[in-house]
């Protein structure tokens, strides 16, 4: 197959997997009129971007891993990142409740295009126009870049709690399910974004770049976000409505942060899928931030050095050296958004569909998903099956974490307490990343011994235990459902 047709495949495949799922997603009838559904549209299009290109900024460390630091150095700034991620919700989760989400994920973009900038300047001096940081000074760039990541990552974390507090408004719970597709393709859009796009900047251009592209590109949505995005129906021209949530019949002042983490405290759901989302970050991270070192470590495909290496020689005129290759490591990043795009689908309308829009059954489904994976990657270790089993397992995690963090936390904490509970869901999924980043970083083979395949058991083993005790919760929530004030819309 000719390499430019090799190259294009992958995205071609991406935009016919968008249009089928746009247009034959079957959708709720709830009366809304055709103007409200363009305004809604024009409301939760650049917020799903905005959040797509926060991955973008967010993820973008992973192409340092090489040029910049080692994985183990790696793991160590993505761990102080993540922890700042996950223990913000007690900050953020009630700022966005009293500001709303439109403020909040201006601020969530502006922030982390500051970060992004910082850490691209850091980048940038330490380089001093070599292809690769100098093993000598990686260790005293850590603890920089943990710190400027940490400031990227409190932003980052208004972000979700802002889109879903933002949608919390616009869609009533029976639409929310079926929705969680469609709104996936965005999010999942930031996985491409992260790893194919900053994969090519890096291969065609230089670290630096890696960290300003998306901060010039979120500069761009905070302005769209500021034109287009509004709170509720109400502030757009539109009726407010009864959405079937648990905030349906509340009136009033909006209950304070401690009442409301009080009520959460007393709900056995809430702290169940809070449990799960743990293990659905560890898990997720678990994939996501190794299957490209895996495949470069072990020579299956060649990395971004080697590729500047080739390009050099053949600009001097030299015959290039020849490059290993892998289909899933070159296109990790939109092979994952596919995964996510489908898994969000599958599980929206499962729910929806299947199980009364009730979220704990599928997530229950898609970690047997997990398990299953888990078992057979300890199988195709030594072949290149083992990029298809991750691909698959990427769906069935990505899946679960739409379905809980973004839809059953707007269920059961409705749009009044939205921000506090998904706050809470969402940051026990970056402290599960946490736990994966400092495990991981651990136990993986390092130096030579990464180099045979035989050595990276350690990989599956410690994933295979987070996915049968996500499977053993997701069995406390099967039959869990929000309980709403008045009758549904």
């Given amino acids: 197959m000719p390499t430019w047709l090799t190259e ?12 089928l799922v746009v247009t034959r997603l079957p959708r ?5 009129s055709p103007a409200f559904l363009r305004r809604r549209f024009t409301n939760w299009f650049p917020v799903g971007l905005t959040y797509a290109f926060l991955y973008m900024g967010r993820y973008n460390l992973n192409a340092c891993i090489g040029p910049i630091f080692d994985k183990t150095q790696f793991s160590g700034v993505f761990f102080w990142g993540t922890v700042t991620y996950g223990v913000s919700f007690v900050i953020n989760g009630p700022l966005t409740d009293r500001f709303g989400g439109r403020k909040t994920i201006i601020v969530a973009a502006l922030g982390s295009l500051a970060a992004n900038v910082a850490i ?13 940081v100098p093993k000598a000074e990686q260790a005293a760039l850590v603890p920089l870049l943990s710190v400027l990541y940490s400031i990227n990552m409190y932003f980052q974390s208004f972000g979700a709690v802002s889109i879903v507090k933002v949608n919390s408004a616009w869609f009533h719970l029976r639409e929310r399910g079926t929705f969680g597709g469609i709104f996936g393709i965005l999010i999942s859009l930031g996985l491409y974004f992260a790893y ?40 757009a021209g539109h009726a407010d409505f009864d959405l079937g949530d648990a905030s349906s019949g ?20 809430i702290l169940t899928i809070a449990a799960v989302e743990f293990f659905s970050g560890y898990l997720r991270n678990s994939i996501l931030q190794y299957y490209r070192t895996f495949a470069e470590e072990t020579g299956r495909a060649a ?27 070159d296109h990790w990043g939109v092979l994952n958004c596919m995964a996510g795009i489908a898994g969000g689908v599958i599980a929206g309308l499962i729910s929806d569909r299947a199980f009364g829009s009730r979220r704990g059954p599928v997530a229950g489904v898609l970690y047997a998903v997990m398990v299953v994976g888990s078992l057979l990657m300890f199988a195709t270790l030594n072949n290149r099956a083992i990029g298809w089993v991750v691909v698959v397992m990427s769906l069935a995690i990505i899946g679960v974490h739409g379905m809980l963090s973004g839809t059953a936390s707007m269920d059961f904490g409705g749009k009044r307490n939205v921000g506090v509970v998904v706050g809470v869901v969402d940051g026990f999924v970056y402290l599960g990343t946490a736990a994966e980043a400092l495990v991981l970083g651990s136990v993986l083979p390092k130096g030579d011994f990464a180099k045979d395949t035989h050595h990276w058991w350690t990989w599956p083993a410690v994933i295979l235990p987070a996915a049968l005790v996500g ?15 008045a009758s549904a819309h």
């Fill in 8 to 19: 294009l495949l992958p995205i071609a495949l991406l935009l016919v997997l968008v249009v």
């Fill in 28 to 32: 709720a009838d709830l009366g809304h």
């Fill in 120 to 132: 691209g300047l850091v980048i940038m001096r330490a380089l001093h126009g070599a292809l690769a």
């Fill in 196 to 235: 194919d796009w900053s994969k090519f900047i890096l291969d065609t251009s230089r670290a630096p770049w890696v960290f300003f592209v998306p901060a010039m590109i979120l500069g761009v949505f905070a302005v769209l976000d500021w034109f287009f995005v509004r709170d509720t129906p109400g502030e």
């Fill in 250 to 269: 509340q009136t009033g002042p909006r209950m304070p942060v401690i009442t409301v983490v009080k009520m959460m405290l007393r709900s056995p759901a």
């Fill in 303 to 329: 990395t971004s050095a080697a590729k500047k290496a080739a390009a050099l020689a053949l600009s001097k005129g030299l015959p290039p050296p020849e490059l290993a290759t892998e289909f899933v490591h």
């Fill in 471 to 485: 499977l053993a919760l997701t069995t406390r929530v099967w039959h869990a459902r929000p309980v709403s004030n």
